[in-house]
């Protein structure tokens, strides 16, 4: 097998280079699936019969959940990666996406409350899905605040990898008790989300704007991870080169 | 540790890279030690002493293209940690315990206990009658004594020792100096780091002057 | 050769127990804020029993965590360890269990008696005993993780608590909920069963990824 691709892919000036034009297309999808997913969603989507209008929120409550979650996961294997081939590219990952990370989970939060008013009446509910939520929310401020309380950058690095990987082993299991635990303390509440069998004309704006939120994500994350690479390679030579040649446009 | 001739180096390490901070300290830093050889190194502080020291131990994150001990790469890190003696600046004492049982716990951690020589070292480096104090009561040179302990207690081949003549008396600094001709001459090698001028007569010895060294890539041999 | 090891690392911490001893002085204080808080009175306070000495235990190991490693990383004594012929992971689970028996141990053996200060129903007693032997040392040996990667940060305890914390969320789940079903009469074998399997998998993995940890801010440094 040929791992050439995968040794450029740990270069931080050939990634910067094959990013300058794919940031622009992840910015453009993620700018029409998220137009598209939402005017369909909110004003076109047919109304739930139980939840009247207020289940819309579902369009962005449940890309975010998702996406969070996915983040978790992507961080952990970038971690992994990083340890392992010691690929600094990985830690950039790791360190850019967490953050993104928080401020996804913490939407999903936010539009989990809000759609809780209408639902149970009240903004907070224990229910399983939203309590592991929020856990997660708590795991990804622990890592993001672990990597800014190191001073030494490779250690923070290494450190907050280990974190991730940690942190991923324990997610399962985390779901597994809150999920028992919810069943132990309130039986049989609706959950959110697990409508049966919804119509198509419900789902498929959901599923764009699924796409649009990873898209949203690749576009973030690898705007990020650039600046980044500008900030860490500063010294060397194709930087000044870059920036130079910025400065005559 | 036998007497050895041959030409093969009993440490070689190439291509040695490694950066504090923002800072690239060496950059393909070649170090090879004979069998028998003292190597000092010299440089002002924040030079990368401490920082190659730790790295030919592999407790520093450096990358190293290659690491060949007699003549033979090194593969596995347990096996290479028991042929050398890492002696850092802070000098590893347990404080919450008493001298003696700072030595049986290091002879436990390097697998040779032995009570009886435990007494012995203990007269060597002149704190007898310590024995049963604790190690956070004794002085900053009395806790060097004890670390210095260590070189007594192990058998290895190579010596790494950083700034050992610090907080050392007169008296101190003569002990460790034998220690290392008479090491030196049974065939060990040592690399230390100091700012004090210490000689060693009849030995073979050196001084790697670092700073200038990432340049020269080799310091000036003196002997 | 292990055991003496353990002996030293033992003696050591014991004798630093001044430090050790306040985070168990902790644990028990926390436990009686909660009367004070919320009154007196026994049915109130019964059915929160295993909850408030279970949130006691976790705060009060979160607590103690900070001591686990900092001084000897300071010292040095770390990175001799990490140089001797006894693998690393060997010398921090040693280390992990030196710090359990003098943190984790005295809550187990003093919450029978916060537990008849909060009026517990004396079904649950046995549950509460079992399930905090079997999670006081997973906290300790997750905390460990957070010590070892925490280690080199001055003020890292906060850090640490939120590092940990979440991870802790299983453990207080199972261990807290298991004396309340034993007060209904149902045999929590399902929760103290949990409680051992999270048990076995911590002490597999968690000395390696303390371990590792340490290895990084050694190398660090």
């Known amino acids: ?249 | 540790m036998v007497e050895e001739v041959s030409s093969v180096p009993l440490l070689e390490a190439k291509g040695i890279c490694c950066e504090r901070g923002d800072k690239q300290l060496f950059d393909s830093f070649d170090l090879s030690l004979k069998a028998g050889e003292i190597l000092q190194l010299a440089g002002p502080n924040g030079s990368g002493k401490t920082t190659l020291l730790r790295s030919i131990c592999g407790i520093f994150d450096a990358r190293i293209d290659s690491l060949v001990w007699r003549g033979i790469p090194v593969t596995d890190p347990l096996q290479y940690a028991d042929e050398l003696l890492y002696l850092g600046h802070r000098p590893a004492i347990r404080h919450h315990l008493t001298l003696y049982e700072n030595l049986s716990w290091y002879s436990c951690l390097s697998r040779c206990s032995d009570s009886a020589q435990l007494d012995q070292v203990i007269a060597e480096v002149g704190l007898q009658g310590y024995e049963d104090e604790l190690a956070s009561s004794l002085s900053a040179g009395q806790k060097r004594r004890i670390a210095l302990a260590r070189l007594r207690l192990v058998d290895c081949n190579l010596w790494v020792l950083d700034e050992p003549f610090a907080s050392l008396d007169v008296e101190g600094v003569k002990m460790l100096c034998g220690w290392i001709q008479s090491f030196v001459q049974s065939g060990g090698s040592v690399a230390y780091s100091t700012h004090q001028p210490v000689e060693f007569s009849g030995c073979d010895s050196r001084i790697l002057n670092i700073d200038s060294s990432r340049t020269l890539n080799r310091g000036g041999a003196r002997q | 050769m292990i055991g003496r090891v353990f002996h030293y690392e033992f003696l050591q911490a014991y004798r630093r127990r001044s430090e050790l001893v306040t985070p168990v002085v902790f644990f028990v204080l926390v436990c009686s804020m909660f009367p004070l808080a919320l009154g007196s009175v026994a049915d109130l306070l019964a059915p929160l029993a295993s909850g408030v000495i279970w949130v006691a235990a976790l705060l009060a190991t979160l607590l103690s965590l900070d001591q686990m490693f900092r001084q000897d990383f300071d010292d040095g004594i770390l990175e001799q360890m990490e140089l001797s012929e006894v693998p690393f992971y060997q010398l921090v689970a040693i280390k992990i269990l030196a710090h359990w028996c003098l943190t984790g141990l005295p809550l187990v053996v003093l919450s029978p008696l916060l537990a008849m200060m909060l009026f517990m129903p004396s079904e649950s007693y046995l549950s509460l005993i079992v399930g905090l032997f079997l999670g006081t040392p997973i906290l300790s040996l997750i905390g460990a993780i957070g010590a070892a990667l925490t280690v080199k940060i001055r003020r890292g305890n906060v850090v640490l608590s939120l590092l940990i914390m979440p991870l802790y969320v299983p453990v207080l789940i199972f261990g807290a909920t298991a004396p309340v079903m034993a007060a209904q009469g149902i045999m929590p074998a399902a929760q103290l069963l949990w409680l051992a399997a999270m048990l076995v998998l911590a002490a597999t993995l968690a000395p390696l990824a303390a371990s590792l940890g340490l290895r990084i801010n050694i190398y660090g440094s």
């Open chain 1, 1 to 249: 097998m040929n791992w050439t691709w995968f040794h450029k892919w740990g270069s931080p000036k050939w990634f910067f280079q094959k990013t300058e034009s794919l940031i622009y297309w992840f910015g453009f999808l993620a700018l029409i699936f998220l137009v598209v997913g939402l005017v369909w969603g909110l004003a076109f989507a047919p109304e739930d019969f139980k939840q009247g209008n207020s289940f819309r929120i579902f369009y962005i409550h449940v890309p975010s959940a998702i996406l969070a979650q996915s983040i978790f996961l992507a961080m952990a294997i970038s971690a992994a990666v990083g340890l392992i081939w010691r690929m600094k590219l990985a830690h950039v990952f790791v360190e850019t996406a967490a953050p993104i990370g928080a401020s996804i989970t913490l939407l999903a939060l936010l539009t989990g409350a809000i759609w809780g008013k209408p639902t149970w009446g009240t903004w907070w509910v224990w229910d399983a899905r939203l309590t592991s939520t929020l856990i997660q929310f708590f795991l990804y401020l622990g890592i993001i605040s672990l990597h800014q309380s190191i001073e030494n950058r490779d250690t923070a690095s290494k450190a907050t990898a280990i974190a991730c990987l940690v942190g991923v082993v324990n997610l399962p299991i985390i779901k597994f008790s809150v999920n028992w635990w919810n069943t132990l303390h309130q039986p049989a509440t609706f959950t959110l989300t697990e409508s049966p069998a919804m119509a198509t004309e419900m789902w498929v704006p959901g599923l764009i704007m699924v796409l649009g939120f990873y898209m949203l994500f690749a576009y973030l994350v690898t705007l990020r991870m650039r600046s980044e690479i500008l900030e860490r390679e500063k010294g060397s030579a194709w930087v000044k080169a870059y920036l130079e040649k910025l400065n005559v446009l």
